[in-house]
C-alpha cells in the first residue's frame, strides 16, 4: 500500500519571500508519478505540479519547483516570490501506474501568505 | 476546453435518505475518479470509472455505488445516508491512461442531518 506523509500542518511565508512543503512517501512499486495539488478557500483542488518517478531531473512550473529524492522518498516542493493567491492548503499525493487513476493523498498543508 | 462540473454544488439531506451526485469530465476524459474528503479522514479515493466500467475501488461500503455512461458522465449515488457521510465529493477526470493527470471539479458539498 502506498502512504503519503506531509509533516507540516501550517506553514507561513512573507510575501515575495521562499517557502518550502515537505512531503514523503512510502511506495513498493517501481513506476509511480507524484504531485502536488493546491486547494484554495473555493475548495477546487487545483495542479500544481507533476514529477515521474523514472526522470531524475526535478519538474519546475513557474514559481514552483521540486526537490524529489528518490532514495528518501521525498518529494518537497518549493514556491517562489510568494504571492497572496499562493495561500491555500497544498496537497502532495501519488499515484502507482499499476492502480490507474488512485490517487493517495497526504493530510495536507495549510499555507498562509502575509504581508 | 470547459473544465470538469459537479452538480449539485450543495445538498442537505436526512439520515437514511439517499443521494445522487454528477459530473460531467473534460472533453474526451474517459476517466472519472471520485473522492470524499472529510476533515477527519482526509481525501480518499472511492471508485474509478473508464468506458462505462468500474475499474477500480476504494474502501468504502456497498452504499456507495456509481456508474458511468457512454458519453463519459459519471454519477455517484450513496443509499440510506449516514450522518458520517457529510463531506465533500470531489470528482477528477483523466484520459485514462496509466497515471495520467486527474483535473478535478469543484466539489459537491453533502450535509446529511
Same mark, same amino acid.
Given at each position: ?30 513506476? !509511480?508519478?507524484?504531485?502536488? !495539488? ?51 492548503? !497544498? ?25 | ?7 449539485? $454544488?450543495y445538498l442537505i439531506k436526512?439520515? &437514511?435518505?439517499?443521494v445522487?451526485l ?14 470524499q ?25 456497498? $452504499?456507495?455505488? &456509481? ?11 450513496v443509499?440510506?445516508l449516514?450522518?458520517?457521510d457529510s463531506a465533500l465529493y ?16 469543484? &466539489?459537491t458539498r453533502l450535509t446529511v442531518?
Amino acid at each position: 500500500a502506498q502512504t503519503v506523509t506531509q509533516s507540516q500542518p501550517e506553514m507561513s511565508v512573507q510575501e515575495a519571500e521562499t517557502v518550502t512543503l515537505s512531503c514523503t512517501y512510502d511506495t513498493s512499486e517501481s513506476d !509511480y508519478y507524484l504531485f502536488w !495539488y493546491k486547494q484554495p478557500p473555493s475548495r477546487q483542488m487545483i495542479l500544481v505540479i507533476r514529477q515521474e518517478a523514472y526522470k531524475q531531473q526535478n519538474a519546475t512550473e513557474n514559481r514552483f519547483s521540486v526537490n524529489f529524492q528518490k532514495a528518501a522518498k521525498s518529494f518537497s516542493l518549493k514556491i517562489s516570490d510568494s504571492q497572496l493567491g499562493d495561500a491555500a492548503m !497544498y496537497f502532495c499525493a501519488s499515484i502507482n501506474t499499476g492502480t490507474a487513476s488512485k490517487l493517495t493523498f497526504g493530510t495536507g498543508t495549510r499555507l498562509q501568505v502575509t504581508l | 476546453k470547459a473544465g470538469v462540473t459537479q452538480t449539485p $454544488r450543495y445538498l442537505i439531506k436526512t439520515r &437514511g435518505q439517499q443521494v445522487t451526485l454528477s459530473c460531467s469530465p473534460i472533453s474526451g476524459h474517459r476517466s472519472v475518479s471520485w473522492y470524499q474528503q472529510t476533515p477527519g479522514q482526509g481525501l480518499q479515493f472511492l471508485f474509478e470509472y473508464f468506458s462505462e466500467t468500474q475499474r477500480n475501488k476504494g474502501n468504502f461500503p456497498g $452504499r456507495f455505488s &456509481g456508474r458511468q455512461f457512454s458519453n463519459s458522465r459519471s454519477e455517484m449515488n450513496v443509499s440510506t445516508l449516514e450522518l458520517g457521510d457529510s463531506a465533500l465529493y470531489l470528482c477528477a477526470s483523466s484520459l485514462g491512461f496509466s497515471a495520467d493527470t486527474q483535473y478535478f471539479g469543484p &466539489g459537491t458539498r453533502l450535509t446529511v442531518l
